[in-house]
Each structure stands twice: as C-alpha cells, then as structure tokens.
C-alpha cells in the first residue's frame, strides 16, 4: 500500500505542476506567435529597405534570412525563460558558448564556406552571370548560394564549388570588363617577307566581326623558333564565354586563309637526320635487286 500510496503523491504533485504550469506555456507560445509575426514583418521591412539599395539578389536575401533569424533567436530564447523558470539568462548565455565551440569544431567546414559566402556577396565583383576560372574550374557562374558557388562549364557540365575555395584562392574573371585582350602565336618560313605576313596576317584579324575594330591589333615578330618566325598576335574583343571560343576559332581561320592567298608558308618543325656511315638508298650495282 505505501508504493500505491507514493505513486498516488507522485502523479498528484507532477499534476499539480502541470496544472501550475500551463499559464507560463501558454505565455510561451504566445510569445512564439509574436515572434513568427515580428520575423514576417521584419523581413519585409528589411527586404523594403534593402530593395533601395542596388546590392545583388542573393546579398538582399541573406540580410533577410540574418534579420529573420536574429528575430527568432530571440523570441526563443525569451520564450524558454518563460517556460522554465529555473532557466536564467547567465545560464543559458553560459549553455550557449559551451555549445558553439562543440558545434564550432564540428561544423568547422560548414561554418567557413557559410563565411566566405558572406565575404563574396559583400565583394562588388564576380556576380551570377560571369565566366570565372578557379582551380582548374572554368565556367559561368549560375548561382551563390551561402556554402557554395554553382559553375556551369561551357560543355554543360555543373561544378559545385565551396565558397571557401572561391574565397582563399585567386579567381580569374573573365567578363569584368566587356571585353579582353586574346592572342594567338603564328609562325611564318624563314624565307617569308615579313612586312607582307605582317600585312597579311592584319588583314585577316580585320576581317572577322567579334574583333573590336576601335582597339589596336598588334602583330609583333615575338622570336626566332626552330623552323619559323614565329608573329605574337594580339587583339581585343567581347569577354562573354560564347564570343571567347568564336573568335579565337574565327581568326585562326581567317589567319591560315590569307596567308594560304599571299603563298606564305607556315612551317611545320624540320627534322634533319645526319648519318656517321652513307645509308644505301636501293640496290648496289652488281647485287641482285
């Protein structure tokens, strides 16, 4: 009878409890519902706010997601003061640092990419749209999200890229600038005028539509190769990913055409082989063939 008698005292004090309670969960959840309207209504003063200033789509949505967040970080933490009475401020704070650090080692990776994410939306420069080259990677780039950077190659293929790795390493931006310098090297024979490849090879350069007409073409005897002169040739033209292997292919073309029309070789490497002993050619005279 005393175990029925202790079970008895037992669940009439945790109802009791219960029933003591219920006003301070009730507060709690009210809180919770504030908390859920006050975030609402946050982000979208903050998105109104933001939306003034020209920042890119991605930097306006994490500044809504940090303000959302702050909000609720808040009415949480308000709310399980209410809800646990023995819960203090002090406490929880001290409960709080103890657990970041666990989670800070734990999550090391993550948490560094979220951060370098941060970094590359705060930067003016590489927005979605740009053809990039990081680390072996070269393509355009589709989306930044907080933890990686998506890359679409020019052949299709997708590349999901840490942030981090965008964020220590350096990273080459193609289309900064509406357009950028190309070159290609053009080796002529050693017996070729080279005011008339010169002109020839200028020629060629001209005559393709991505060239930007308005900038210089250089065309610069660069050395003395084994089997050529060998001509730097440099022009400018749109950056965009499309136009880069276009016009390269267009001029290459052009280039070999009017060279082919002026009868300018280019050479292929010679090789000559010298023999110590004469090589017999065919048949000695007197030896069968």
């Known amino acids: 009878m005393q175990i029925i008698d202790i079970l008895r005292a037992q669940t009439n ?18 809180v919770l519902v504030l908390t859920w309207l006050v975030a609402k209504g946050a982000g979208r003063i903050a998105g109104a706010l933001v939306g003034k200033a020209e920042l890119r789509p991605s930097l306006r949505a994490l500044i809504d997601r940090l303000v959302r967040l702050g909000v609720w970080l808040t009415g949480l933490l308000t709310a399980a003061i209410i809800m646990i009475p023995d819960l203090s401020p002090a406490s929880l704070v001290a409960g709080l640092g103890v657990g970041s650090v666990a989670i800070g080692f ?3 990776d993550i948490f560094e990419n979220f951060l370098a994410g941060v970094l590359i939306m705060l ?15 070269l393509g355009t780039v589709e989306h930044i999200a907080l933890r990686e950077t998506y890359i ?25 600038a509406d357009s950028r310098r190309y070159d290609v090297m053009v080796g002529v024979a050693y017996d070729t ?29 660069n050395e003395f190769n084994s089997s050529s002169v060998d001509f730097h040739v440099r022009w400018w033209a749109p950056s965009s990913g499309a136009a ?20 300018i070789e280019i050479p292929f ?16 005279p007197g030896e069968a063939a």
């Open 269 to 284: 490497p010679y090789v000559t082989h010298t023999f110590k002993e004469r090589v017999p050619m065919g048949a000695e």
């Open 152 to 176: 679409r190659h020019f052949s299709g293929e997708l590349t999901i890229m840490p942030n981090s790795m965008l964020f220590m390493n350096p990273v080459e931006i193609w289309t900064d």
């Open 244 to 263: 880069t292997i276009e016009n390269r292919d267009q001029v290459i073309r052009a280039i070999k055409r009017e060279l082919d029309a002026a009868r």
């Open 106 to 108: 734990a999550f090391k």
């Open 193 to 221: 005028d080279l005011e008339a490849a010169d002109a020839a090879i200028r020629r060629a350069v001209e005559s393709v539509d991505h060239v930007i007409k308005d900038k210089p073409i250089q065309i610069l005897a």
């Open 13 to 30: 004090d945790m109802a009791a409890a219960a029933v003591a309670s219920v006003p301070t969960i009730a507060i709690g959840i009210v």
């Open 123 to 137: 930067r003016k420069k590489m927005r979605v749209g740009d053809t990039i080259e990081c680390e072996g990677v």
